[in-house]
Structure formats: structure tokens, C-alpha cells
């Protein structure tokens, strides 16, 4: 009698993973599907118009410079400042602490590269890509949007901007190979999942707060 129950019992198990696995892959290639063709080159955003360009946070040094993944994004969005893209780089990312804090570093970073100061916004409360991007339209005002990040990121990042109201395009900004990246590879299936439920219930992110409009000066809010 238990022999049957258990088996009974590993059957429903087994269902369940056969269900979770096919869901799991389902809701992969979906976002990435509808998400891939936004994924363009930087001349193609320049002809987009965007109200801002957002550089994605990643991790920092210890002595407070860019990982090399954060460094690529950082440089790849400097780039379409360059080009004229936009005007205005929103830099969204991890300020959790008084010991971390990604936007700064991030910020100073362009600062050195000739971006003024005036021009880059902090969103410190960019916890993750779906704060980022609700906190983009909520509070910096953000209606059109050129996201930088790895492009492995980009098919979450655009699929979340897309069910909150946002026009956006990505650029991808993946030079070269990163350690680790199988790891990532992994996480991020798991995040696609999460983050396609949480477009559909839309809570609020961690923080809102004050109106920042993107189209005003990137030094009144912070100092």
C-alpha cells in the first residue's frame, strides 16, 4: 500500500516537472521571439529619437570602478551619446547601501569620459530590471527609451519595457566573452519566468518617490 502511494506520488511529481520544464522553455522562446527584432545597431537607434539612453546596472570594484561587463555597457552607452542618440543617459542601478552604490561609479565614469554632469541621471533605486524599468516611466518620465545591456539581458529588459508602456529598442553591448556567463545564462531563464508574471500583476517597485523628469538637469536631484 505505501509502495503505491509513492509511486502515485512520484508520478504527480514527475508531471509537475514535465509541466514546469515545457512552461519554463514556453515562456523563454516566447519573450525572446517577441523581443529579438527590437534589438538593433547603434545607427538604427539614432533614427528612433529615444528620450534617453539607460545604461543597466552590474556589479563594481571594490575600489569603486565598473566590473568588465558593466565597463562594456558604460562604454556602449557613451557611444550612442556620442552619436547623438540622446542627450540624456539614465543610469539605473543598485544603491542598496551606503556601501554599494553602482549609479555612482557608473556617473562618474562617463563624467571621465566627457559626458556631462548635467546630462546623466541617477536611478538609485534600480534593484533589478523591473524596477528599473517601471521606475523609468513612473518617475523619470521616460516614454521612448534606448536600453543598453549584454543582449543576453536585452529580451527581458525590452519585454518588461514593453508591457509597462515603453517604446524602447535595445543595443547590445557584448564585446567580448565573459566568465561566468553559463551561470548567468541559467539565472537568467529563471528571471524571464519571474519577470513575465510580474508584467502581468505590475506591482510597485521596492521605491518610487518624486517626479525626476529626464528632461531636466541630472545634477538638481543628487549631489
Do not use: C
Not at 503505491?4 to 514527475?14: A, E, M
Amino acid at each position: 500500500m505505501i509502495i503505491k502511494v509513492l509511486k502515485n506520488i512520484l508520478k504527480v511529481l514527475l508531471i509537475l516537472l514535465i509541466i514546469v520544464t515545457i512552461g519554463t522553455a514556453a515562456i523563454n522562446i516566447y519573450i525572446i521571439k517577441v523581443t529579438e527584432k527590437f534589438i538593433v545597431a547603434p545607427d538604427t537607434a539614432l533614427e528612433f529619437g529615444p528620450d534617453a539612453i539607460m545604461v543597466l546596472g552590474a556589479g563594481v570594484n571594490p575600489n569603486r570602478t565598473p566590473s568588465v561587463m558593466l565597463a562594456d555597457r558604460l562604454l556602449q552607452g557613451i557611444e550612442l551619446y556620442d552619436m547623438g542618440v540622446s542627450d540624456r543617459i539614465l543610469m539605473s542601478g543598485d544603491n542598496s547601501t551606503d556601501h554599494y552604490d553602482e549609479v555612482t561609479v557608473m556617473k562618474n565614469y562617463a563624467i571621465a569620459q566627457g559626458v556631462p554632469s548635467a546630462h546623466i541621471f541617477k536611478d538609485h533605486a534600480g534593484f533589478n530590471t523591473y524596477n528599473s524599468m517601471f521606475r523609468a516611466e513612473a518617475i523619470f518620465e521616460v516614454e521612448k527609451l534606448v536600453i543598453v545591456t549584454q543582449q543576453y539581458h536585452l529580451y527581458r529588459s525590452l519585454y518588461i519595457a514593453d508591457k509597462l508602456g515603453i517604446e524602447a529598442v535595445g543595443v547590445a553591448s557584448n564585446p567580448q566573452q565573459y566568465g561566468g556567463q553559463s551561470s548567468r545564462d541559467i539565472r537568467e531563464v529563471l528571471a524571464r519566468v519571474k519577470d513575465f508574471f510580474m508584467v502581468i500583476f505590475k506591482p510597485d517597485p521596492t521605491f518610487l518617490g518624486n517626479k525626476i523628469p529626464i528632461t531636466g538637469d541630472g545634477d538638481a536631484f543628487y549631489d
